[in-house]
């Protein structure tokens, strides 16, 4: 074997040494997602069956439970800026802090109130997927209910400085953030950025009553 033979095998041998602790490094942080997905779901039956019967006198504290132990694994601007679309850019600052801040309670409402229909369905966690860009992954999950076909729930996400964010959900093949997308740029075409701003803060004075 030449000289040039054994330093082409030893950089072959080094590249391939890199990408095998790049593929480790890449499984262990999938697994890290699906981890967060799993622990954070569980925390979050388990403390809503703790406090069941207070939930069922007053439906209204499981919005502070998801906020306090959900929301913060969610990033709540991306997923606003996905669902409003081109209209984003011509946001000010002030209208996308408001944007956010009144979808992100959108959010937190829809998802606090179906999980008081929750009735101990199982929750499968299945393996993460690498996504489609770099530092992201889709968790994907199963809810099965018995006598019914399971549904799928995927979770996108992204590796952050602050850990694995949420930055869309995929209920049964559809994205939330893509179902808004359409209803949300109906709206801007109506009444205007202002106009979408105040029908959400219409939607949260609503869900409160």
Known sequence: MTMRSVARLSFLTVLAAIALGWATLGMASAEEATALVQRTTDQMLRTL???RAEVERDPSLIFNMVESS???HFDFERITQGAVGQAWREATPAQRRALVDAF???LIRTYARSLLSYAGEEIRYLPARPGR???TVTVST???APGSAPIPVDYRMYQAARGWQVYDVVINNASLVGNYRT???NEVRRAGIDGLIA???????RSGE
């Open 49 to 51: 069956e703790a406090r």
């Open 70 to 72: 959900v929301a913060p």
């Open 104 to 106: 992100k309670q959108v």
């Open 133 to 135: 860009q770099p530092s």
């Open 142 to 144: 199963e809810i099965n």
């Open 183 to 185: 209803s949300f740029a």
């Open 199 to 205: 029908t959400l803060n219409d939607m949260n004075a």
